[in-house]
């Protein structure tokens, strides 16, 4: 239901499963992210840097199917980086991938319960 992507994603609310954390995927970070995780971590930038990130075709990594796959996450589904977390974490479930079908947004409601909830709260 594409047409509804906005009333959707208004009707959205995290209910904190740590599923979008868990897909596999690669988590990509900025200057600016590296900056904020290193000072919730109580690290320097340079000790952040060495401890958590792979550069991965250019860019600096935190998680990726082989290397960290949970990324940030706790064992109750929460981020320890979270006021630090990069803009694809804050945009979810906003992604094109997720939107670019019905079928791919059928997938997405598999993965995530405020999503589903969200779709069936303006869908039925
Ligand atoms: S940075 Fe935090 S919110 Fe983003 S994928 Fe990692 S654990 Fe999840």
Known sequence: M??????ILSAFKCQGSGNCCRVEGFVRIKQDNLEQMAAIKGMSPMEFKATYVVMDRGW???ASPRHRPLCFLT???KCEVYEGRPKACRSY???PEIWESDDSLMLEL????GL?????EVVG
Not at 2 to 7: A, C, P, W
Not at 116 to 120: F, Q, T
Request: charged share 30%.
């Open 60 to 62: 600096m990594t935190i």
């Open 2 to 7: 594409i047409s509804k992507k906005l009333e």
């Open 116 to 120: 589903r909830a969200a779709y069936h």
């Open 75 to 77: 064992e109750d589904n």
């Open 110 to 113: 598999a993965v995530c319960p």
């Open 93 to 95: 479930p906003d992604w």
